[in-house]
């Protein structure tokens, strides 16, 4: 069965300084990875997904993510954090039995401090 | 960019009543899902749904839930007999297809149950 689990969940940081948001997978087969954000009252927003490819994965608005599989980790990484930045954020994983059903985490809330 | 519609964006219902959610997909999408978002609590898939039939459902979507994709556009959550615990927020997603496709997601329609 597919899991994730996200360690955190509240993140807070001071503008400009490093982002980090942690997360653990389990899974029976090669995963597919996801991080998908969360503004206020918004729906939720891909950031960036691992498939297999590059183990580093670049996303939108500066965010990445390090797949490992050897910790089962892919923790979300940003370098400097911007204002706009704060939000609700997931870790996803994909489920492969052909449906592509997703299983998310309990969700980390970032704040960011002027 | 193509993005996924949901409407209404609030819907108020009484207890007992019957209720349909809408969802416009993104055009070439086939694969779509219905998730929900008790308040406080992860995000939860409850159906997917690919070639016009239930391709898996969780334990969540029971007889009270309801599928249907009407007309080639729309996509309808329909849920009977409402109850308390079906106040949630309710997130339309599509997918092109295949377990490594990112699925775009609406932003919700927040169901209140009185």
């Known amino acids: 069965a597919q899991s994730v689990t996200q360690l955190d969940s509240h993140v807070s940081v001071s503008e400009g300084t490093p982002v980090l948001l942690r997360c653990n997978y389990s899974?029976?087969?090669?995963?597919?990875l996801f991080w998908y954000v969360q503004h206020p009252n918004k729906g939720l927003q891909l950031l960036l997904k691992y498939t297999s490819a590059a183990t580093l994965v670049k996303g939108i608005n500066g965010f990445e993510a390090e797949f490992k599989k050897s910790e089962t980790s892919f923790h979300l990484t940003k370098p400097s954090a911007h204002m706009s930045d704060a939000a609700e954020y997931f870790c996803v994983v994909s489920d492969w039995t052909g449906a592509n059903n997703l299983f998310f985490g309990t969700g980390t809330r970032l704040t960011v401090i002027p | 960019e193509p993005e996924v519609t949901q409407t209404p964006s609030h819907q108020v219902t009484q207890m007992g009543q019957e209720v349909i959610l809408r969802c416009v997909p993104i055009?070439?999408?086939?694969?779509f899902y219905w998730y929900r978002q008790i308040l406080g609590q992860k995000v939860e898939f409850l159906v997917s749904f690919y070639n016009n039939e239930i391709s898996e459902k969780s334990e969540i979507f029971d007889d009270q839930f309801s599928v249907e994709r009407p007309d080639g556009s729309n996509f309808t959550l329909k849920i009977r007999s409402t109850k308390l615990e079906d106040s949630a927020m309710y997130f339309c997603?599509?997918?092109?297809?295949?377990?490594?496709?990112?699925?775009?997601f609406g932003d919700g329609t927040r169901l209140s149950i009185l």
């Open positions: 899974s029976s087969y090669s995963p597919s």
């Open positions: 997603a599509s997918s092109v297809e295949g377990a490594d496709q990112p699925q775009h």
């Open positions: 055009s070439n999408h086939l694969y």
